[in-house]
């Protein structure tokens, strides 16, 4: 068993079963609807269904990070325990976590000087930020130290690419990421936004693709342009959604197809209430590794 402790936050977007099974920590953001604040526990209080189906309905959900003194309650025991932490955050590129984090990390510094809490920022998000972590518990599982994990996150943190498609705009018209009348206009003429995850961790608009099924096809063809040895990919993949299974089950297939090695074997799992606060219903995100992310 190591004699460190990995952790990172509920914005993974992966199954508790997952955290559980690979014994990597993970401490929850939280969000507010209807007047009353939720813990983004993984899905245990709601179900995804619930969660998006009342944004549709036109709830409004409000995330908030989690805070410094959160990490220190979080990180204390393990570090009692005479344990290190390498704990990887949510990309700064949409959330200010990192730097909460970074102060409790110096915090809990004062308090045990003989132990050690590395935060890094993972410039991922979603099941992005999962893949990432899913590597970490690998190569810690395969026998690496705790400084050269930390080295191995920094330099292919990078190398984790997000591609994806957003059909419903009423969330990020609300939440100021486009403007009223362009998400008229995009919902008129069935445009589905494809996205991705820049250098610097942010969301970044790449292409206007008309109606669902084409965007679908992009998502892949973009995987095929920027995939670790094309066809021949034998790394992991996977693919969040909110509440739209069929669709994210047909970039699965069309990953199959392309690469015979991940047929039947894509990962799927769902998005999240804080990231999903933000998405809303009706994406799909595709995360692989490939080139390293350079704008």
Not at 22 to 39: A, K, L, Q
Not at 49 to 71: D, M, P, R, W
Not at 266 to 271: A, F, K, S
Request: charge should be negative; aromatic fraction near 8%; proline fraction near 3%.
């Amino acid at each position: 068993m190591a004699d460190y402790i990995i952790t990172c936050e509920s914005t993974a977007d992966l199954p508790r079963e997952f955290f559980e099974r690979r014994e990597v920590g993970y401490v929850c953001f939280h969000y507010e609807m209807g007047g009353r604040t939720y813990t983004d526990d993984l899905y245990a209080s709601t179900t995804p269904a619930e969660f998006f189906g009342s944004l549709k309905a036109g709830a409004q959900a409000k995330t908030s990070q989690v805070g410094t003194g959160e990490y220190v309650d979080f990180w204390e025991p393990w570090l009692k325990e005479g344990k290190d932490v390498l704990h990887v955050c949510l990309s700064s590129g949409i959330s200010g976590t990192y730097n909460s984090a970074c102060l409790a990390a110096e915090t809990l510094a004062a308090r045990y000087p003989e132990r050690t809490v590395r935060v890094i920022d993972s410039l991922a998000a979603s099941a992005g930020y999962g893949l990432l972590m899913e590597y970490l518990a690998d190569k810690r599982d395969e026998g690496m130290g705790f400084d050269e994990l930390a080295a191995w996150a920094e330099g292919h943190k990078l190398e984790v690419n997000h591609w994806f498609f957003v059909s419903d705009l009423d969330c990020l018209k609300r939440g100021g990421r486009v403007s009223a009348t362009s998400a008229l206009i995009a919902t008129a003429l069935k445009i589905c936004p494809v996205m991705n995850v820049d250098s610097q961790g942010r969301l970044i608009p790449r292409e206007k693709i008309r109606t669902k099924r084409k965007a679908i096809t992009e998502l892949v063809r973009n995987m095929m342009e920027h995939v670790r040895d094309g066809a021949a990919y034998t790394g992991r993949c996977a693919i969040s959604h909110s509440n739209c299974l069929a669709d994210a089950q047909e970039v699965a297939r069309l990953v199959g197809e392309q690469i015979p090695a991940l047929a039947g074997k894509v990962e799927i799992c769902d998005i999240g209430t804080v990231i999903g606060s933000h998405t809303g219903p009706g994406t799909v995100a595709l995360f692989f590794m490939g080139d390293e992310r350079v704008d």
